[in-house]
């Protein structure tokens, strides 16, 4: 059953901590993304990447961290310099096979909430 | 600057009728829109998409027109059910650069049973 995984479901962080999202695909996708959504907006671009080992930043990237080891992974950490971390976070994949006209396929989102 | 605007934050229709979501664009090169359906605590569901090419996209129950002239899309979806009440993301990328997409805030749709 292919498809993307994220975990956890949930997610607390105290004052000054990092914490780490996971994000997983089995659709062999080379290009995974990170998104951002607000209550009442729409979904903002954090970070993103194209290929293994090589990704970059989005609109909003300021205290995230991202690595892309693996094809299958593209984890996301929130750092402490990250303000306004309270949002429920999106990871989404697509084939990137050059053909401009690409379906991003979503995972089903970490709520990261600040104690 | 909103690049994706979907101006009407909330519709309600009756089962059986036509629902009818609105979505502009300003960035004249974006060149593919989607839309996606979504859940409360879920990820967005992928609907149906239209290139730049087309004008008219459709699949089953849902229909997407493109008017490039006024940078404005529609989704339509006749006839609607109250299992299509959710919130819809208007959704477009770009040629060229990044093929990240760019979201409109959403439409919460309530179909009425």
């Known amino acids: 059953d292919g498809g993307i995984t994220q975990s956890p479901k949930y997610l607390f962080r105290k004052e000054g901590q990092n914490v780490t999202l996971s994000c997983e695909q089995n659709?062999?996708?080379?290009?995974m993304y990170w998104y951002r959504q607000d209550p009442g907006q729409g979904l903002r671009l954090i970070y993103y990447s194209q290929i293994v080992n090589d990704f970059q930043k989005g609109d909003i990237a300021e205290g995230y961290s991202v690595s892309r080891e693996k094809k299958e992974s593209f984890p996301l950490t929130v750092t402490s310099a990250q303000k306004n971390p309270t949002a429920f976070y999106l990871c989404?994949?697509?084939?990137?096979?050059?053909?401009?006209?690409?379906?991003?396929?979503f995972g089903p989102g970490t709520r990261l909430l600040v104690l | 600057d909103q690049q994706v605007k979907q101006n009407s934050p909330s519709l309600s229709v009756q089962e059986g009728r036509i629902s009818i979501l609105n979505c502009d664009y300003t960035?004249?090169?974006?060149?593919?829109f989607l839309w996606y359906k979504k859940y409360p605590a879920e990820g967005p569901t992928f609907l149906i998409s239209i290139s730049s090419i087309k004008d008219k996209n459709e699949d089953g129950r849902f229909t997407v027109f493109l008017n490039k002239s006024a940078k404005h899309l529609s989704l339509h979806i006749v006839p609607s059910q109250p299992g299509d009440s959710a919130v819809y993301f208007c959704a477009a990328s770009r040629r060229g650069g990044r093929r990240a997409l760019t979201f409109g805030s959403g439409t919460r749709l309530q179909v009425q049973p």
């Open positions: 659709l062999n996708h080379d290009a």
């Open positions: 960035n004249s090169m974006f060149d593919y």
């Open positions: 989404a994949s697509s084939m990137n096979s050059g053909v401009k006209e690409e379906t991003q396929y």
